[in-house]
């Protein structure tokens, strides 16, 4: 079955008992038992639920994996990995990975005894000498948010397996229609479902899909004892925006694109980054591992500072400030005062994330109105 076919149909079928095509809302909290122990596959909704359970057959057939856990957000599901090692393990990460993810490593679990190594994956140098006999996993996020960085999933996850290490890809920007880590040798996927997959902006989930028989046990262990779980109407939203992934993100790259290259030669731009660029330091690497080069597109301004970029942002319509992002709708944000606030300063510039930087998800609408919008903004700084 081809992609377009399985955001339709992967571990899909009409509901049993009514013939329902979409998988109904199954609003319950416990299920009758036709004897102790003895009940149709579901006993108590927080550690299954019908609605949520078609939601991750679906997610697992488009990264083909063998099984999915669906968390209440994407941090939740960062959390229930993480929550698979002790203290005295070691991971590696992408230094300039998402700002919650640092904050949860950083603020959450290194005071628990778990240490972390954050290193720019794009040298693939700099992963072999972070990794140590205490190293249990590496945490990759490719294109990275917000600097768009891209990482050899295959080279890391291949030298991962020599030295008996796990690999699980952030796969939130680019979405399994652009990039399935599996494929490339992760262990596992994480998804914020928030983004891309759910598409509208209207719901918060998250997932993680895997066919290594540990992380499955693990993530089911971690649903029935921690409990963050989405409900059934937040799945049967993702389930809903699931069906339109692929006409969504192939219509925001071909925007994102045409906006890159306004950009690039606007006089008032210092640097775009955007994989598609064939001067970007991954671009070929990104052209290998995706089907095409991301919605996402960040940029700094000539005048690298707070206040010209806030007043930027603010000048903007059909872009709206806003955090998230893979929604229809395009949303602008300033990630040294939002998404990665939490970095310390002097983390996020070591990283390369200047003051000025601005990052685009660049959503589904007409791309003359995207391009006047930024026009009108840069008029005001």
Known sequence: MRFNSKVIHAGQAPEETSGAVMPPIFQTSTYAQEAPGVNKGHDYARVTNPTRTALEKLLAGLEGGTDCACFASGCAAMDAVIKMFRPGDHIVASNDLYGGTYRLFTKVFEPMGISFSFVDMSR?????????????????????????????????????????????????????????????????????????????????????????????????????????????????????????????????????????????????????????????????????????????????????????????MSSTHYFTLAESLGGVESLISHPASMTHGSIPAEVRHKAGLNDSLIRLSVGIEDFQDLIEDLEKAFSSI
């Open 124 to 312: 693939f140098e700099n992963v072999e000498k972070s990794v140590n006999s205490s190293t249990k996993l590496i945490w990759i996020e490719t294109p990275t948010n917000p600097l768009l960085n891209i990482v050899d999933v295959k080279k890391v996850t291949s030298f991962a397996k020599t030295k008996g290490i796990l690999t699980i890809v952030d796969n939130t920007f680019a979405s399994p229609y652009l990039q399935k880590p599996l494929e490339l040798g992760a262990d596992a996927v994480l998804h914020s479902t928030t983004k891309y997959i759910g598409g509208h902006s209207d719901v918060i989930g998250g997932a993680v899909i895997s066919s290594h028989p540990d992380i499955i046990e693990n993530m089911r262990f971690q649903v029935k004892t921690s409990g963050g779980v989405p409900g059934p109407m937040d799945c049967y939203l993702t389930l809903r925006g699931v069906k339109t992934l692929s006409i969504r993100v192939q219509r925001s790259c071909e925007n994102a694109k045409i906006i890159a290259e306004y950009l690039v030669s606007h006089p008032k731009v210092a640097h775009v980054r955007y994989p598609g660029f064939k001067n970007h330091p991954g671009h070929k690497i990104a052209a290998e591992q995706m089907a095409d080069f991301g919605a996402m597109v960040s940029f700094t301004l000539k005048k690298d500072d707070v206040p010209t970029a806030h007043k930027f």
